[in-house]
């Protein structure tokens, strides 16, 4: 089972949608939570932190639940712009290596 | 941006070769990590460098190497090329070996036939 799960997707959905992206992760032992977006061949940007109080930040809304160990991603009024991988990413340390482990990304298409 | 910067962006190599690939640290970071990245994959941990010292390394065979010099700008080296090395080589730096924020680079994309 992989550290990090999430939906490959993609999801196609229309302008102005609300989509959701869930993401599980197996060790409980993970310490920090994030939501990067990826383009086409392009390096992974930090989209946003994750916390257990969930978080907002303008149109995404993320959420941690720890006790059932997943992450989510709620966006609304979707845009063209949104389309991207979202991968879902945790940060750990181990013997004082602190390293992120990436889900493998949800594809997201915004349709016209 | 980030102020990560890595070369070369794009490389051929066929397989048996051997690869450098670099990446300059933002300034004051001391800590770098190196990711693959397979096509339609997430970056896959290879190794930190903290300090010019090896800090943890990933499931990657010892064929993958690497080194961090006195500026903390690095190098990934790859012997024996296989052709399921083909991927996007990301390095990321942070301020310190358990700082949670990692800026990545642009990544250098490896085709090897």
């Known amino acids: 089972r992989k550290e990090v799960e999430q939906d490959p997707g993609p999801f196609n959905v229309p302008e102005g949608a609300t989509v959701a992206f869930n993401c599980t992760y197996s060790n409980s032992a993970s310490q920090s939570f994030f939501w990067y977006r990826q383009d086409c061949r392009k390096e992974p940007k930090l989209l946003m932190s994750?916390?257990?109080s969930g978080n907002e930040d303008g149109r995404f809304t993320a959420q941690l639940n720890r006790a059932s160990q997943y992450i989510s991603l709620l966006i609304r009024d979707s845009k063209l712009s949104d389309s991207a991988t979202y991968l879902c990413v945790v940060w750990k340390g181990t013997s004082g290596t602190y390293k992120y482990i990436f889900g493998t990304g949800t594809r997201l298409k915004v349709l016209a | 941006e980030t102020g990560v910067t890595q070369s070369p962006t794009h490389l051929i190599k066929t397989r048996g070769q051997q690869v450098t690939l670099r990446c300059s640290s933002q300034s004051g970071h001391n800590t770098v990590s190196w990711y693959q990245q397979a096509l339609g994959q997430g970056p896959q941990f290879i190794f930190q460098?903290?300090?010019?010292?090896?800090?943890g390394r990933g499931n990657f065979p010892p064929r993958f190497s690497g080194l961090q010099f006195p500026n903390y700008s690095s190098e990934l080296n790859v012997n024996a090329l296989e052709l399921d090395d083909s991927a996007l080589y990301l390095c990321a730096s942070s301020l310190a070996s358990g700082d949670e924020t990692q800026y990545f680079g642009p990544g250098t994309r490896l085709l090897v036939l």
């Open positions: 994750v916390y257990s």
């Open positions: 460098y903290y300090r010019e010292e090896e800090n």
